[in-house]
């Protein structure tokens, strides 16, 4: 169970060797990898930026895949997610999910990738080719699909 | 006890005000260290004390529904009461992932 | 879109770059790694065998991938199965869909796991360690997965 | 004309049959080439007909319920007619993934 802020990118073979190591119960491993896109409608991106609250981004992070593990049988989790200055078709986000079955692996990733958009605090800028700069505007949606998760607990 | 508790530690009052994404570009501010006056009770009395403390926070606080905070590194709502809180985080909604 | 029959493992990270290259419209990739456990109902796996049906396997599998272009916006989509003797711990099966929103990209890769469970003609036989050999049985919430994707589609 | 394309492809009635996984490992086969008798007319009729072709073929179609059926690489059910198929397969639920 690992969370990690990092300027660097990821090696998903790697981090998922690690992740696997020796856990010979794990029958699914579900992953998801965000990217930055070259476009934001229609307008060409040169750069986005990530900012971050360090020690709340940790903690939030590890909340979340407490959670996780709280909601779904896991043999292992990661997170790694970036910052700093990125560029189009750059990852962004790296979620790794380990179960003995499928259906867990596939349900913690989303529900991580959900609250992550939500609840830890990260802010993406964007550079546009032509020069502006802009903040990107939370989604309504991502809010909702959190809020989805949270009255299935109920 | 009390009193020697009191006086011997002048800081205790103080909190760290944090400041994130346009948050940070508007205040021109990453961090302040201050002593909120004492009838700020809740996040909600908070954010709009910040909106009339003149410029840039006027500015920067001026729509008080786009703001969201933090107390010492989890998020709160507006009532939450801010008496214990070392370190106060304002910022935007999150858009990481 | 691509389906592969393959004895030899797969590398994660070099299909997903050939997977995403040059195409910046790619937001999000989810993926899905099969592995073989080390147990089965608490006896001790030796090895697991992977039989297929040629010429079929490839049909269905693109099938399967068809059908998921059709139902998710998806930009690119790899499914990879191994056959052959499997040790635990070996990766059996790769699925990566590649879209612009996460949603598309999770609820495809779900889809292909559903329905290649159910359709794609692969056969594994477990070789235990005491020795003794069995063909792995059909589960029906294999049929229960797929049958709720057809049922959703009408 | 129909005269003639008749004749000159002998082998058109012939079909491939397949055995996968148990049903390759009961039947010995895996595969056969052959034609089948005019009276079988869907992939049922073929599965009644496999029970009682005598051993090895009665043990490995006993549950013809257990057996799924692929007529030129397509999934079929008992109802499928076998009149135009080139290759039949027979073998039971799928467990890759």
């Known amino acids: 169970m690992t969370v990690r802020v990092s300027t660097a990118d990821f090696d998903i073979s790697a981090e998922m060797s690690r992740l696997t190591a020796g856990d010979t119960g794990i029958g699914g491993v579900a992953l998801f990898v965000g990217k930055v896109r070259g476009e934001v409608d229609g307008e060409a991106l040169a750069s986005m930026t990530l900012e971050h609250y360090p020690g709340m981004t940790e903690a939030e992070l590890e909340r979340i895949e407490g959670e996780a593990q709280r909601r779904f049988k896991l043999s292992a989790s990661l997170i790694i997610h970036r910052v700093g200055e990125l560029k189009p078709g750059d990852n962004i986000v790296l979620v790794m999910t380990c179960a003995p079955h499928r259906n867990d692996a596939f349900a913690a990733a989303e529900f991580v990738m959900d609250y992550l958009k939500t609840y830890a605090p990260f802010w993406k800028k964007e550079t546009f080719a032509s020069g502006v700069t802009r903040w990107v505007a939370a989604r309504d949606s991502d809010d909702e699909a959190a809020a989805a998760w949270a009255a299935q607990s109920e | ?97």
């Open chain 2, 1 to 97: 006890m009390t009193d020697i508790s009191n006086t011997a530690k002048p800081s205790a009052d103080e909190v760290v005000l944090r400041y994130f994404a346009w948050l940070r570009e508007r205040t021109g501010l990453s961090e302040e260290r201050l002593v909120l006056p004492p009838e700020i009770l809740t996040v909600g009395d908070l954010l709009l004390w910040q909106s009339r403390r003149g410029h840039p926070f006027d500015h920067a606080f001026a729509k008080p529904e786009a703001i969201r905070v933090a107390i010492d590194h989890a998020h709160v709502k507006p009532g939450a009461k801010v008496a214990s809180a070392r370190e106060i985080a304002f910022f935007p909604p999150v858009t990481g992932g």
